[in-house]
């Protein structure tokens, strides 16, 4: 997988964008199983703060996204937002269909930072708000991961918190189609973070994908969010 990639030519299209592109259907390249999951003892909220609070020595597996489009880079943060259950989860949202960027796909809640907010985090916690009514009441900023450039150009910081159990999620419907949460022991488990690659006007393009079955429903964790949990999962696994 490519840490710090070439741009794509300008005319390049994202891949969510590309005609009868589903990534569902891309063979896995490999599965991670070979590698060792975050232990369920290092995912308890005791765990997690004294991680933050004291960060071990290591290196971020990816940076960066090959360019799909030249554009002014844009900041932006996204909650990563693990809430306190017996088991702990994350919160993720499937996005509209009709939004300009990364429409349809699952999210972490965020966007865009505002000129008006203080820090990474406040844009992180006004967009979770905005998006599934989570009063910051309800959490817990642990700190913030380093960041990740999606290839539309939003330079990334993933904003970890802890979630209190009794929030109750509003999905804003103009930007999220549903939200949900998916264990955070399945996502810090390499044996099911599978690899994918796809040639695209003579470029290879790399990504993860995490497909949890909820029930029935699939949801198919997949580009820059599963890229930034690979993060999360090589910073707690230090």
Known sequence: MTHRPEPLPENAIPLSKLPHFDPREVAVDGVDSHLPAVAAS??????LRERFARPPKWSPELYAE??????????????????????????LTERTTHLSTHSGQVAFPGGKRDDTDRDAAHTALREAQEEVDLDPAYVEVLGSMPTYTTGTSF????VVALVHPTHELKANPHEVADAFEVPLVFLMNPAHHRRHHVMVEGVRRDWFSMPYMDGATERFVWGATAG??????????A
């Not at 360019?67 to 943060?77: C, I, L, Q, T």
């Not at 930034?228 to 696994?237: A, G, K």
Request: net charge positive.
């Open 228 to 237: 930034m949990l690979r993060n999360l999962y090589r910073f707690l696994v």
């Open 66 to 91: 090959r360019k799909f489009v030249e554009r002014k880079p844009v900041h932006a943060s996204v909650l990563v937002g693990i809430v306190m259950r017996g088991e702990p989860t994350v919160i």
């Open 155 to 158: 330079i990334v910081t993933p």
């Open 42 to 47: 290092s995912l308890t909220p005791a765990a």
